[in-house]
């Protein structure tokens, strides 16, 4: 028989690999075709990269040397699910379910920890400082399970929600308490002797202790404080200036990181600073934008999965064959942990009388424990107890380092599980159509946007993004209409270059955009025949654009356009990116909630403000405000809403002055004829022009379902209504006489 010593022998001079070009390029070979590998087995991806780091590790085939990438994009990758955990945390459910959060992140944090701090004390006979630090590891979880969600599309579901802001606080109380441990060892000589409390202080310096904590809550409440005062207005400032992607995308990353390296100064691991920069960050990058759209795509194709792979590496199952003891305490920590995190998890669903799919979820995401217990674990290893002695020994590190897989596989299948639950649960229980919905109001809607001027397309093609409903999405259909003369050829071209831009801005958001331009003689007509061939609902367009200072404000054709098609109309026009705006405000007329298009707009204006978590404010007629909030309060509870009573039309002028360059202005009018339109809406040009001029506006016209009005001409209809009358110019007349 052939021996084959000598081949594996030469084979082996081979590994590990060190050379960081095969590192990266096998890196990049786990992470393509781990999930294809587990998909096959129906397993979930996460572990498949936990597996798989386990396997090409130094504990496994030796095959990769955890270098310094392991260990920077590791980091990097816990702080992304951190940070992108508090990206996507939905802030006005966070603010009206506040004790909901206080009482299951207390739950999640205490139950564990004494669980296990008492397990570690009967059953592992561990010193009360050695069994503090294993509460304190317990107490805490990471978010390794939050891929998961993400890609079910449950980033907001209450559960989901619930279950982050209790890590946070879990996590920020475990931090506090493995600081107060670490500062109390430190704060005296190199030995110090452990308390009964279970947290060490050096002896006779108690003062010293006191001089810790007092230093620790002023250095916390000064970094909290700057970050609430210094973020928000960098934010306005950068993202108002400059539009780049590239740029956009560095300034975000630069925030996550200053902020994880000042909570790292101030004695809290980074990913604290990392969740809570995401949270500052939250409403300045609405959910569906493209720059969310290219944090989530980096994040879950390199950093995450190198962060995961690395986890994996770190594990050292060989130490399960070294005697039945490290099995034991491998055990005594995962059960007692997991038990705790259940307890919790289930006995906050009854308290807040959640279904049981919610609690699975629940334990799910908040049992995993990952980098951040090996964080922990290390801080104990650089505590010395005695000469030669540290307070963590080999034996707990290796039940540490095999809990980590253990609960890392128990909550990516119970949140695998939990969240196809809540799928189903939604899909069979789905909402109602609200009895106040437009009878002529479908799932499937196009949304038209014209788009003309290269510096207002951008803007227009995110607002038809903000506007249209997540759940049922609608089509996006840009459309740039050039006038059939000698500059055709020219302005044609212009449009497909228009049209370039555009697609790629779309793609980063994953959406597509049908593209059409269009040569007609009059660009109203040619905008209408487009809107009935591509079956649009509603059109989207930007403010004329005036050349000349006595310009009609509506322009040569948008006038004929509101008047011969009758579905929804908003014209825009914005001075600073949409992300950036504060408040939105809304002038309704009287008795508009008896136009057919009344749900359609007051969806859109929710819409937007949902996704730029921003408050709404509505000016109108009570009976009108009072049906508005029953619309948002039974289908956008999160929304932030308020209503103050406009008695008339002429107040209009009044609200200039409360409107700042970071507010939208947004004007609900009728065409003349309808129910809503009123004589006062004929000074409307004038009033936006003389006391909005340089706001950001927005200007509604409702559907008018019927016929097409050009499909018809009478002699009591006019097809074309002229902007103001011969009896405006005669009342201007009659004033100017002495």
């Not at 008896?594 to 709404?616: A, K, N, T, V, Y």
């Amino acid at each position: 028989m052939r021996n084959f010593a000598p081949e594996m022998t030469i084979l082996a001079t081979y590994f590990p690999i060190t050379d960081p070009t095969l590192i990266f390029f096998v890196v990049l070979l786990i992470i393509l075709f781990a999930p294809i590998i587990m998909g096959k087995l129906r397993i979930p991806h996460i572990i498949g990269m936990v597996l798989a780091g386990v396997i090409v590790g130094q504990y496994g085939l030796n095959i990769l040397e955890r270098d310094n990438s392991f260990e920077l994009f590791g980091r990097v990758g816990l702080y992304y699910i951190m940070f992108l955990a508090g990206l996507e945390m939905d802030m006005e459910g966070v603010k009206k379910n506040k004790l909901r959060f206080l009482v299951f992140g207390l739950l999640t944090c205490l139950v564990p920890f004494g669980l296990t701090y008492l397990m570690a004390i009967t059953l592992l006979h561990y010193t009360p400082a050695a069994s503090f630090l294993l509460g304190c590891i317990m107490a805490s979880n990471t978010l390794i399970a939050y891929p998961i969600v993400s890609r079910y599309g449950l980033q907001r579901h209450h559960s989901v929600a619930l279950s982050v802001g209790s890590s946070m606080i879990s996590l920020f109380l475990a931090l506090v308490m493995i600081a107060g441990l670490a500062g109390s060892y430190g704060s005296g000589t190199a030995t110090a002797q452990p308390t009964a409390g279970g947290v060490g202080v050096a002896a006779g310096d108690a003062m010293g202790a006191w001089l810790f904590w007092l230093l620790f809550v002023l250095k916390l409440g000064a970094y909290i404080g700057l970050m609430l005062w210094l973020i928000p207005r960098l934010s306005r400032y950068f993202l108002r200036r400059y539009s780049d992607a590239v740029m956009q995308f560095i300034f975000v990353l630069a925030v996550m990181f200053l902020n994880a390296a000042l909570t790292d100064l101030i004695g809290l691991e980074g990913i604290f600073g990392a969740f809570f920069s995401g949270l500052i960050l939250n409403r300045y990058i609405p959910h569906v934008s493209p720059l969310m759209n290219r944090l989530e795509f980096i994040g879950n194709a390199l950093f995450i999965p190198y962060f995961l792979i690395g986890v994996g590496m770190l594990i050292n199952v060989r130490t399960l064959l070294q005697g039945p003891y490290v099995l034991w305490v491998m055990l005594m920590i995962a059960f007692f942990g997991t038990f705790g995190k259940a307890v919790a998890a289930y006995l906050s669903s009854l308290l807040f009388r959640l279904p049981k799919y919610d609690g699975n979820m629940m334990f799910g995401l908040t049992s995993a424990h990952a980098a951040g217990a090996i964080a922990m674990v290390m801080v104990g290893m650089r505590l010395e107890v005695g000469p030669g002695e540290y307070l963590v020994d080999d034996n707990m590190l290796n039940g540490v380092v095999l809990m980590i897989l253990v609960t890392c596989i128990i909550s990516t299948l119970m949140t695998e599980h939990a969240s196809k639950q809540v799928i189903l649960s939604q899909s069979v229980e789905s909402p109602k159509p609200h009895p106040a919905h437009n009878a002529h109001s479908t799932p499937h809607e196009n949304i038209l946007i014209c788009v003309k001027y290269p510096d207002i397309a951008p803007q227009l093609l995110n607002l038809a993004l903000f506007v249209r409903s997540q759940r049922h999405p609608q089509g996006l259909v840009a459309l740039n209409v050039v006038y059939d003369d000698e500059h055709a050829t020219t302005n044609r071209e212009e449009g497909l270059q228009l049209f370039e831009q555009l697609q790629r801005q779309a793609s980063a958001s994953e959406t597509q955009l049908q593209t059409q331009v269009r040569l007609a003689t009059n660009i109203a007509n040619g905008i209408k025949h487009a809107f009935r061939e591509t079956g649009c609902t509603e059109v989207i367009m930007g403010m004329h654009v005036h050349t000349s200072q006595n310009a009609k404000f509506w322009g040569d054709f948008i006038q004929s356009l509101y008047n011969g098609l009758n579905r929804q109309i908003m014209l825009a026009r914005f001075v600073q990116p949409l992300n950036t705006l504060r408040r939105i405000r809304v002038a309704v007329p009287s008795r508009a909630e008896f136009e057919p298009g009344f749900h359609r707009w007051l969806e859109r204006l929710s819409q937007l403000s949902e996704q730029l978590d921003c408050r709404i404010q509505f000016h109108g007629r009570d009976e009108s405000l009072t049906l508005i909030a029953d619309y948002i309060n039974s289908n956008h509870s999160s929304v932030r809403s308020e209503y103050t009573p406009m008695g008339h039309w002429n107040e209009l002028p009044q609200l200039a002055a409360q409107i700042a360059d970071d507010h939208l202005f947004v004007v609900v009018t009728a065409r003349k004829g309808t129910i809503s339109y009123k004589t006062a809406l004929d000074r409307l040009p004038n009033e936006l022009q003389q006391y909005f001029s340089g706001k950001n506006l927005m200007i509604i016209f409702p559907d008018q379902y019927g016929d097409q009005k050009e499909d018809r001409m009478s002699f009591t209809e006019a097809q074309h209504h002229e902007e103001k009358s011969i009896y405006d110019a005669v009342l201007r007349w009659i004033h100017r006489a002495p």
